[in-house]
């Protein structure tokens, strides 16, 4: 089994966040709004542009109505 780089799972989890934000019909801007953050740094995560703590990926999971899930 091939093993993914890390840019390529970070796009992919970037992705997966766009997907379920969408869902829930919340632009970039207002998601961040409601997080108390910058959208530029949640649109920066969702390109897969730069690397996220843990604690993030909880917060952003949790947000949007689901949790972080470990292997």
């Known amino acids: 089994m091939e093993r993914k780089s890390i840019f390529e799972t970070r796009k ?3 992705e997966k966040i766009r997907e379920l ?3 829930k ?10 997080l108390g953050m910058n959208y530029s740094y949640i649109s920066k995560i969702e390109r897969g542009e ?6 993030m ?3 952003l999971a949790g947000a949007l ?3 972080l899930a470990i292997i």
């Open 25 to 34: 019909g919340l632009s970039v801007r207002s998601f961040a709004e409601s």
């Open 21 to 23: 934000r969408t869902a």
């Open 12 to 14: 992919e989890l970037g």
């Open 50 to 55: 730069i690397n996220t703590t843990i604690d």
């Open 65 to 67: 109505g689901g949790e």
């Open 57 to 59: 990926l909880s917060t």
